[in-house]
């Protein structure tokens, strides 16, 4: 299986957009976050375990974060293989 991600809810926060959501990076270690925004100007991961996580996860992007037009690169997240977790994004509309 591989990374999966998926888009919970949104809210307007002023001029911008909160969005989060959950990540799943079955036997893999990296995925491609898709907060469904052009521009985005920030990213945290919280992963979900029942016990100590060993590393942590991050994002290979500078922030903010402009996705090129073509659509082919997200916000990129490297985690622990088989991480799940939780996401929040605050982006431009």
Same mark, same amino acid.
């Given at each position: 299986? @591989?990374?999966? %991600?998926?888009?919970? /809810?949104? !809210?307007? &926060?002023?001029?911008?957009?909160?969005?989060?959501? !959950?990540?799943?990076? #079955?036997?893999?270690?990296?995925?491609? &976050? /898709?907060?469904?925004? /052009?521009?985005?100007? +920030?990213? +945290? &991961?919280?992963?979900? @375990?029942?016990?100590?996580? #060993?590393?942590?996860?991050?994002? /290979?992007?500078?922030? =903010?974060?402009?996705? =090129? =037009?073509? %659509? #082919?690169?997200?916000? $990129?997240?490297? $985690?622990? @293989?088989?991480?799940?977790?939780?996401?929040? @994004?605050?982006?431009? =509309?």
């Amino acid at each position: 299986m @591989a990374y999966s %991600g998926t888009v919970t /809810d949104k !809210t307007n &926060l002023g001029n911008s957009i909160l969005k989060w959501g !959950t990540y799943n990076c #079955a036997s893999v270690s990296t995925g491609e &976050l /898709d907060p469904g925004s /052009d521009r985005v100007l +920030f990213v +945290f &991961l919280q992963p979900k @375990a029942s016990s100590v996580i #060993a590393t942590g996860s991050s994002i /290979d992007e500078t922030m =903010p974060y402009s996705i =090129p =037009p073509s %659509g #082919a690169s997200k916000v $990129t997240i490297d $985690t622990s @293989a088989s991480e799940t977790g939780y996401w929040v @994004a605050i982006c431009k =509309p």
